[in-house]
T-cell receptor, first 116, second 111 residues
Framework: SAVISQKPSRDICQRGTSLTIQCQVD?????MFWYRQQPGQSLTLIAT?????????ESGFVIDKFPISRPNLTFSTLTVSNMSPEDSSIYLC?????????????FGSGTQLSVL | DQQVKQNSPSLSVQEGRISILNCDYT??????FLWYKKYPAEGPTFLIS?????DKNEDGRFTVFLNKSAKHLSLHIVPSQPGDSAVYFC??????????FGKGTRLSVIA
């Protein structure tokens, strides 16, 4: 299984600022994803981080708000831009090795974000 | 519109007894189902999965049952142990589409 390091583990931020979350995997992976879990809600996919190209965003999420980078097969960042209290959530990095159908995913420990 | 529903936010079970966690789905195209377990301050970890061509999959103390006609699956944990206390997420996918998760059920196993 993958060892996924996610930083920071938690942060408290002021409204209007931005936070960049890092995800580092101990081995090369095919797929990297970013999820959000709002309080009391399910895990919702924000986007698929594509190596060397723009991320693929799910409905309701846009690049200006959640810019994503993936410079190589082991690292990705998610930035939460111009934050508001509604962005207070747990943000999770997730990886898959093969990109095939029905592949189980591995998750990082998450970033607990609170926006004041 | 939630495609994967876990209608019980919490469940309490005595140690040694059976824990049954339920999950309903609405999308008939879902063909792969997974259960994840999440401890506080940790990411979800994969527990067990089942393909739509099966109706049961067993792994040690954990068994997942799938009832396609009812669009319902359940996770059975026997016997339940205090270390099983966690939040359990049901997830589903259709072909190459992203996983869709339920809201989770918090299981408390009481010694």
């Amino acid at each position: 299984s993958a060892v996924i390091s996610q930083k920071p583990s938690r942060d408290i931020c002021q409204r209007g600022t931005s936070l960049t979350i890092q995800c580092q995997v101990d081995s090369q992976v095919t797929m990297m994803f970013w999820y959000r879990q709002q309080p009391g809600q399910s895990l919702t996919l924000i986007a698929t981080a594509n190596q060397g190209s723009e991320a693929t965003y799910e409905s309701g999420f846009v690049i200006d708000k959640f810019p994503i980078s993936r410079p190589n097969l082991t690292f990705s960042t998610l930035t939460v831009s111009n934050m508001s209290p509604e962005d207070s959530s747990i943000y999770l990095c997730s990886v898959g090795y093969t990109g095939s159908t029905n592949e189980k995913l591995f998750f990082g420990s998450g970033t607990q974000l609170s926006v004041l | 519109d939630q495609q994967v529903k876990q209608n019980s936010p919490s469940l309490s079970v005595q140690e040694g007894r059976i824990s049954i966690l339920n999950c309903d789905y609405t999308n008939s195209m879902f063909d792969y189902f997974l259960w994840y377990k999440k401890y506080p301050a940790e990411g979800p970890t994969f527990l067990i999965s089942i393909s739509s061509i099966k109706d049961k999959n067993e792994d040690g103390r954990f068994t997942v049952f799938l009832n396609k006609s009812a669009k319902h699956l359940s996770l059975h944990i026997v016997p339940s142990q205090p270390g099983d206390s966690a939040v359990y997420f049901c997830a589903a996918s259709a072909g190459n589409t992203p996983l869709v998760f339920g809201k989770g059920t918090r299981l408390s196993v009481i010694a």
